[in-house]
């Protein structure tokens, strides 16, 4: 059974970091591009950043470009998203997404198993 665990959302002040993981138990980690989506109250989900099976190739939201990085450790099967300069926009629920493809989609339907999601929440 697929699971994806995130953690490491919580409550920051505006301007502040957090760093989000996702462990997947997927037997070929590496054969999977990997998501964060985010969806905010009354809002729809929206990508936020993707990252290629073997890492080297990223992509981000207007919104967060500058600001976010994500990265992946194939020996740990884990995906990081790593937040900075945080804003009260950034509030949302923050979900890891695996696809069995190579490249990192915008889409959230190209996403084949998603994660419970972790809060992050940003005061001003």
């Known amino acids: 059974q697929v699971q994806l665990v995130e953690s490491g959302g919580g409550l920051v002040q505006a301007g502040g970091s957090l760093r989000l993981s996702c462990a997947a138990s997927?037997?070929?980690?590496?054969?999977?591009?990997m998501g964060w989506f985010r969806q905010a109250p009354g809002k729809e989900r929206e990508f936020v950043a993707g990252?290629?099976?073997?890492?080297?190739?990223?992509g981000y939201a207007d919104s967060v470009k500058g600001r976010f990085a994500i990265s992946r450790d194939n020996t740990k099967n884990t995906v990081y998203l790593q937040m900075g300069s945080l804003k009260p926009e950034d509030t949302a629920i923050y979900y890891c997404?695996?696809?069995?493809?190579?490249?990192?989609?915008?889409?959230?339907?190209?996403?084949?198993?998603w994660g419970q999601g972790t809060q992050v929440t940003v005061s001003s």
């Open positions: 990252v290629s099976w073997s890492g080297g190739n990223t």
């Open positions: 997404a695996a696809g069995r493809f190579t490249y990192w989609g915008t889409s959230s339907q190209a996403y084949n198993y």
């Open positions: 997927l037997r070929t980690f590496s054969g999977y591009a």
